[in-house]
């Protein structure tokens, strides 16, 4: 059997010390005592004078709904590079119901909803004492796009103008047609539309929401209607107190 290897751990030592001479270690201690097991917070980033002045400042959107309607259909909306024709919301600012529709329809020129999905809507408001003159109807892009759906990037951004136009108004009932207006709302976002009424509190007032199909999917499935008409009569009786 041979015998372990002997190290020079002199050399190695030497060596090391060296080493760390050259990297500019020229003591061993720290002439202040360190707490090695105090855990150091990361350095606060610099912030230059260029970088505060690029740095995006947030948007203060219009508080009156007629200067927010103003700015909306202006050029600073988000729909205003698209090309199309938009669409302004209708209806009285004080109404009870607010109803959210996700783009104008492919038939819509002077008004929103004017074509086959539109005349469905109006049976199913006149079916619970409503009319198109006694809801306010806004869609959460003014203007049409080309593929007929809101890009999932112009999405966030509409649904925050949605919000806060619904706080402008303080709606009382507050129907959502579709699964992108369903979005406007956490409470309805994905949810089964088999319980869909809830009662929120986001927009200044107590809301009584209902998420329900859009009359444009009701046309394609006629089978949905009846609950449909029970999504409508949720919202016409409310919650009990």
């Known amino acids: 059997m041979g015998g372990e290897p002997v190290q020079d751990w002199q050399k190695a030592a030497a060596?090391?010390?060296?080493?760390?001479?050259?990297?500019?270690?020229?003591?061993?201690?720290?002439?202040?005592?360190?707490?090695?097991?105090?855990?150091?917070?990361?350095?606060?980033?610099?912030?230059?004078?260029?970088?505060?002045?690029?740095?995006?400042?947030?948007?203060?959107?219009?508080?009156?709904?007629?200067?927010?309607?103003e700015w909306r259909m202006g050029d600073a909306a988000p729909e205003a590079g698209w090309m199309t024709s938009r669409l302004a919301p209708t209806g009285p600012a004080d109404a009870e119901?607010?109803?959210?529709?996700?783009?104008?329809?492919?038939?819509?020129?002077?008004?929103?909803?004017?074509?086959?999905?539109?005349?469905?809507?109006?049976?199913?408001?006149?079916?619970?004492?409503?009319?198109?003159?006694?809801?306010?109807?806004?869609?959460?892009?003014?203007?049409?796009?080309?593929?007929?759906?809101i890009a999932p990037d112009d999405e966030p951004r509409l649904l925050e103008l949605a919000r806060h136009h619904l706080t402008l108004l303080k709606p009382a009932k507050l129907l959502l047609l579709g699964q992108s207006a369903s979005r406007v709302l956490a409470e309805t976002m994905g949810n089964s539309l088999t319980n869909p009424?809830?009662?929120?509190?986001?927009?200044?007032?107590?809301?009584?929401?209902?998420?329900?199909?859009?009359?444009?999917?009701?046309?394609?499935?006629?089978?949905?209607?009846?609950?449909?008409w029970k999504h409508l009569l949720l919202l016409s009786r409310g919650i009990a107190e």
């Open 15 to 69: 060596s090391a010390l060296e080493w760390w001479r050259d990297a500019g270690v020229d003591m061993f201690v720290e002439d202040e005592a360190r707490d090695w097991l105090a855990r150091t917070p990361p350095p606060a980033p610099v912030v230059t004078a260029e970088a505060a002045v690029a740095a995006p400042v947030a948007e203060a959107l219009p508080d009156t709904l007629e200067a927010f309607l």
């Open 97 to 149: 119901w607010v109803i959210v529709t996700d783009v104008p329809e492919i038939e819509d020129s002077d008004r929103l909803m004017s074509g086959p999905a539109g005349r469905l809507l109006d049976r199913m408001l006149a079916a619970v004492g409503q009319s198109r003159e006694s809801v306010y109807l806004m869609p959460l892009a003014t203007a049409r796009p080309v593929t007929g759906r």
């Open 197 to 228: 009424i809830r009662l929120v509190n986001h927009f200044g007032a107590n809301t009584v929401t209902v998420a329900s199909y859009h009359p444009r999917f009701l046309l394609e499935r006629p089978a949905a209607k009846s609950e449909a």
